[in-house]
Antibody
């Protein structure tokens, strides 16, 4: 049973860089999946941030693209998020999630597995 | 400002049916699949409906999804107290080249 677990600092200073890791257990990160980061500010809706596939394909939310880097570490079976120049508006619960790709090479298009989420607060 | 528009709240009594709408445009709902998530307080979202009207095996058939044009709907029949949650729609947006979500609808039983 595939599981995802986010980790990282819960507090980041304004103008700093937010760094999070999502450990994949129960499957290889080299499996045919799209790995994503999604966030949810307090009391607000979900916002997709970025996605990555192990062959190197990457997509970013255009509104965050200039500040975001998503990467993948095959040796540690995890993928990561870096968000630079953070402000209070980046305070949110950050989730990692999986979009599985079928044998037809078509993604499901939806996130069928989510991590439990990690709260990140941007404050001095 | 969410790209997909949902009503902020909906309510019903036990046993009733509740329907939640999700309004988009030709670049998202109009040309791509719609998915629905259920989220209870303090928990991660759970996939409820994928590809407009498909249910994961563990989701009760009281939940159903549909799509018409640039709008989609989620129906919950036989409403139960455990259905109290926030329901969010999602889709790919061709113009934005990214995934978009609705703001979510709080369902109260």
């Amino acid at each position: 049973q595939l599981q995802l677990q986010e980790s990282g600092p819960g507090l980041v200073k304004p103008s700093g860089t937010l760094s999070l890791t999502c450990v994949v257990s129960g499957d290889s990160i080299n499996s045919n999946n799209l790995w994503s980061w999604v966030r949810q500010p307090p009391g607000k809706g979900l916002e997709w941030i970025a996605e990555i596939h192990h062959v190197g394909n990457i997509n970013y939310n255009p509104s965050l693209k200039s500040r975001v880097t998503i990467s993948l570490d095959k040796s540690k079976n995890h993928f990561s998020l870096r968000l630079s120049s953070v402000t209070a508006a980046d305070t949110a619960v950050y989730y990692c999630a999986r979009d599985p790709i079928a044998l037809t090479m078509v993604p499901l298009g939806a996130f069928d597995i989510w991590g439990q989420g990690t709260m990140v607060t941007v404050s001095s | 400002q969410s790209v997909l528009i949902q009503p902020p709240s909906a309510s019903g009594t036990p046993g009733q049916m509740v329907t939640i709408s999700c309004s988009g445009s030709t670049s998202n709902i109009g040309s791509n699949y719609v998915h629905w998530y259920q989220q209870v307080p303090g928990a991660a979202p759970k996939l409820l409906i994928y590809r407009n009207d498909q249910r994961p095996s563990e989701v009760p058939d009281r939940f159903s999804g549909s799509k018409s044009g640039t709008s989609a709907s989620l129906a919950i029949s036989g409403l139960r107290s455990e259905d109290e949650a926030v329901y969010s729609c999602a889709a790919w947006d061709d113009s934005l080249s990214g995934r978009v979500f609705g703001r979510g609808t709080q369902v109260t039983v």
